[in-house]
């Protein structure tokens, strides 16, 4: 089965296909990593995570590759704050981010390369760009010079930037850019900045070289998906396709699919502003498999006001279905509920998701199976269905990431 979406570069409806063999490659721009990690992080991966996990329920394989970004002016700024280091900060952060994605059941990405390991390759492009002439000079600073590229579509700059938009980190005082489409590939900064020796300062990578370092060193570019919150359209994606162009052609992906935000008083929870709930404290008052199950009631493209209150009503209203299925499961004999009505909306949940990402149409299927064998009357399975009822039970697990065969999490 296809996954139908809306690819945000052509603003057309796209397929995204089943290859049969090989994997389809996605990259995600990962988060960067100096405070607690809040649920709009939780949803943004959340929305990759059923990508992948759409796929994986059909058997195809999907490489899936998220950066992390260890070094950044909040970064440093949060590690001088604690009187750490920015690697020991953002190690800790890193391992915390993890630990909450786990928490959450989203699958771990097959590689979450760190941008500090790849500042060679980063200088690498930045020269060959330059050899190329795509880039001019300030004072140690190297610029991407946009009005040298041509041709390969791209998202509209005019259009995004008097948007809202997530800019380049500003560091120390940087030489002002030609034109303000322009971006940043390389800055001089000082100690206790991160910094490494490179042909034009000592300093570190602007934001954009980074993801195309990585991803081009995991995947094949174009790659099929390339994924983040909707504020990662300008400048970030617009740059990494730029940068793509002017070293090899083409756009960095074949597709981009981004997701819209979790708000809090219709303000997008963010680190920058401090209006955000942390996954932790979202996981003091409802379960996980709650808040996964309340972060899929809304299509990835549609803003998701935070309210404490429908998370919980969410929650309870999962556990009585996770319990109802659990249950059923557990045991078999005699009459029972027919396995083949399990069986048989499988495809029903699984075409939901494919509909753009459709995972509230999904969870609604999922609640009326739930309420069907409450309507039945039986808590088990018929004789001899037990089996077959665990392993169908096990692909809507794997589809959703919410667990229906046995119950895993503290309630
Ligand atoms: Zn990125």
């Not at 020991?88 to 909450?100: V, W, Y």
């Not at 027919?338 to 969870?363: C, I, K, Q």
Request: net charge neutral; glycine share 8%.
């Amino acid at each position: 089965m296809d996954l139908r979406f809306c690819d945000t570069l052509s603003r057309k409806e796209r397929t995204l296909s089943p290859t049969r063999g090989r994997p389809l490659q996605m990259y995600v721009c990962g988060p960067t990593v100096y405070s607690a990690s809040h649920v709009g992080h939780a949803r943004a991966y959340l929305v990759f995570d059923t990508v992948r996990r759409f796929f994986l329920a059909q058997g195809q394989p999907l490489r899936h590759i998220q950066n992390i970004t260890d070094f950044e002016d909040k970064i440093t700024r949060r590690a001088i704050q604690e009187g750490i280091s920015w690697e020991e900060l953002s190690r800790r952060e890193a391992r915390g981010f993890f630990g909450r994605m786990g928490e959450l059941n989203i699958l771990r990405p097959d590689a979450t390369p760190a941008s500090s390991h790849y500042v060679r390759s980063m200088i690498a492009l930045i020269r060959r760009m330059e050899r190329k002439g795509y880039t001019y000079t300030r004072r140690g600073a190297v610029y991407f010079d946009a009005s040298r590229s041509i041709g390969s579509s791209n998202f509209s700059a005019d259009e995004f930037l008097s948007a809202h938009a997530v800019p380049e980190p500003g560091g120390e005082a940087l030489p002002e850019a030609e034109d303000p489409r322009d971006f940043v590939l390389w800055k001089p900064t000082r100690p206790p900045a991160p910094s490494w020796p490179s042909p034009w300062s000592r300093g570190m990578p602007g934001w954009h070289i980074e993801c195309y370092a990585m991803a081009s060193r995991y995947l094949d570019l174009p790659m099929d998906l390339h994924g983040g919150g909707l504020d990662l359209i300008f400048p970030h994606h617009y740059a990494e396709n730029l940068i793509s162009t002017a070293l090899r052609g083409t756009p960095f992906a074949q597709h981009f699919l981004h997701n819209a935000f979790v708000t809090m008083d219709a303000r997008k929870m963010a680190k920058s502003t401090g209006s955000l709930v942390t996954i932790r404290e979202a996981l003091e008052t409802v379960s996980p498999g709650g808040l996964r199950s309340y972060l899929l009631s809304r299509r990835y493209d549609q803003n998701l006001e935070y309210s404490t209150y429908e998370a919980v009503q969410r929650d309870g209203e999962w556990e009585l279905d996770q319990c109802t299925l659990v249950d059923l499961v557990r045991g078999n004999g005699g009459e029972g509920y027919p396995v083949s009505r399990l069986e048989g909306r499988f495809d029903e949940v699984l075409a939901a998701v494919g509909n753009h990402l459709g995972t509230n149409a999904a969870m609604r299927t999922v609640h009326e199976i739930a309420e069907d064998i409450r309507r039945s009357g039986y808590t088990r399975l018929a004789r001899g269905e037990r089996t077959a009822g665990r392993r169908t039970l096990a692909r809507y697990e794997l589809l959703l990431g919410l667990p229906l065969t046995v119950r895993s999490e503290a309630q």
